[in-house]
Structure formats: C-alpha cells, structure tokens
C-alpha cells in the first residue's frame, strides 16, 4: 500500500549543514515531492518551532558531539517511525570526525586555545555516528549525498518500498581506464597534470574509489580529482577485509608497481596526499542492507 504526505522533521547535530544544503538542491525534484509525498513539520531551517513534533520519518545530518546532540537524537528517535542518517558525519562520523585523532584536551589546546572554552557546549570524548546512540533504520552516506540519491530514497520511503541500494564501489561509475603501470612515486592531486582517460591511481594518484561505495556518479575523479571515499566503504569490500588500509595499499600497489612497503610510507610522507578516510566508532553499524 503506498504511504502518502508523511509527517518529516528535518534535524542538524553537529556539522556543516552541507546535507540539507544538497537536499535543497534537488530544485524541481524536491518540489514534487513535498508537494506529492511528505509535509516537513520540524526544521529549525525552514519553520519557528521549539518542540520536536511526532513524525513519521525523520530526516538527521550530522554526528553527535555535545551532550546536547546526544540528547536531541534520542528525543527524535523516539518520536519518528522512520529515522534516515543523511551524510557521513551521521552515518560513520564523517570529516567532523578528523577531530577524534587527538583528545579532547589536545584538541582544545591546540586548536581552540583563542576560544573562551567555558563558552563551549559541553563537549563528548569523541565525536560519534548516530548508530552509536539509536536505532538507524537507513543510512545515506556521502559529504554530501547527492541531491536526486537523497530524493529517490525518501520517495522510496514514502511509498513504502525499501530504497535501492548501491553495493560496488566508485570505480564502476568512473569509466577511467584502470591499467597496470609503472610510476616513480605516489602524487597529491595538485603535483601533476591528471591523464584524462586512465584511473588516477594508475598515474600515481591516490584516489579511493576501489573502496568506496557507489551511487554518487563519481564526480570527483571524472572531473580529474581524486575521490575521497565520502561515500564509505562498499559493501564488497566490507565482505572481504576490515582492514581497508591494508587493501588500499595493496590496491595501489598493484597499479603503480610500487612495492607496498614504499606505498605504506609515502601515504604519510606526502603533505598533498589527503586524509579523509576516516571513521569514527561505529561499533552497532553492521547493517550493511541499510545502508544505500
Ligand atoms: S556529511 Fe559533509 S556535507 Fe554533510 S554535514 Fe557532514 S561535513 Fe557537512
Ligand atoms: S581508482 Fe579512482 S580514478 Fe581509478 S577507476 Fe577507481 S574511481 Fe576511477
Ligand atoms: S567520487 Fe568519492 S569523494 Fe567524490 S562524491 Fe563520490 S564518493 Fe564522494
């Protein structure tokens, strides 16, 4: 039976806001489906309203940093039916999560030492996905999740079906050609002038897509950039290691015909090589079949 006008409350914990951003930007697609298929009563974004209302799907971008974070995502989980983590800092921990490298205390001295730290709210240890505070009935990674894979999944939901789901990774939507090469060292995408037609890791390059989940199109290395892995793991990848590290190493390895050895130590010796891979504590994420 399909579900019709659902009651949606939008919710930001601690982020950028980039998620709701890139639902907005969905433009005509958004406008059919508020029209056709839910009705937003919560957003602090678009409506005046203090009180979390009871809805049926609740839409939440970013991670859970302060203790009142913690505090608002268990109030909104038990009043929605349905509770989408929209984003990478909602689903993994995401780029906010970089701070979780060092302590608190380190991070406060260090990087917050001109901010009056009694006017901060009161802060976590680390900064943590959702799932390792409520039930996640999906997930939609991405920093940020493109707008029409953010509307094909709540138009999914409003109808009842369970959302598609994107299981390979980002090399099959890339149509760069991967070969076997030989090359002196690995490069910052900023080095070098990019091959257009060949995979980016095969020049040198450190892009994450043979890890990274699908669905996004692959913007990023079919514009000449490297993909960063804002999508997470794949679901292939998940089967076969936990060890993405290791993996992505050998990856490289295999294309570039450096030894693993050199990969492993050039990976941290070079300041253009970014870092963004990184995952916060998500200790209850083992629902693969929800993520999308
Ligand atoms: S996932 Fe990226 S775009 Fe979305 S809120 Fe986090 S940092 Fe911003
Ligand atoms: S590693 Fe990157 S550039 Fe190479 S095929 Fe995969 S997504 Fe494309
Ligand atoms: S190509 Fe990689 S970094 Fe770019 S949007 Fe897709 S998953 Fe994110």
Known sequence: MSVRHLKVSIISLTCCAGCVSSFLDAGDALAEV???????????????????????????????????????????????????????????????????????????????????????????????????????????????????????????????????????VVCTECHRKIVPAKVERLYGIYEKEANRELCLVSQGFVCLGSLTREGCGAPCPRSGFTCFGCRGPADSLLYRTRDLYAFLIKVISTRTGIPQQKVKEELYQNPFIFHTFIFSKFERFKARERVI
Request: hydrophobic share 35%.
């Open 34 to 168: 508020l029209s056709q298929d839910f009705e937003v009563t919560y957003s602090p974004t678009f409506i005046d309203l203090k009180e979390i209302p009871e809805v049926d799907l609740a839409i939440v971008e970013g991670g859970v940093r302060t203790e009142a974070d913690e505090k608002l995502i268990r109030e909104v989980r038990a009043k929605s039916r349905i509770l989408v983590a929209l984003g990478i800092c909602a689903t993994h921990g995401g780029i906010t999560s970089l701070g979780n490298i060092s302590s608190l205390k380190t991070l406060l001295e260090k990087e917050y030492s001109l901010i009056e730290t009694s006017n901060l709210p009161e802060l976590k240890d680390l900064m943590y996905p959702l799932c390792n505070f409520v039930d996640v009935d999906y997930y939609v990674p991405g920093c940020p999740p493109m707008p029409m894979l953010i509307v094909h999944t709540i138009k999914s939901i409003a109808n009842g079906k369970s959302p598609p789901r994107h299981q390979s």
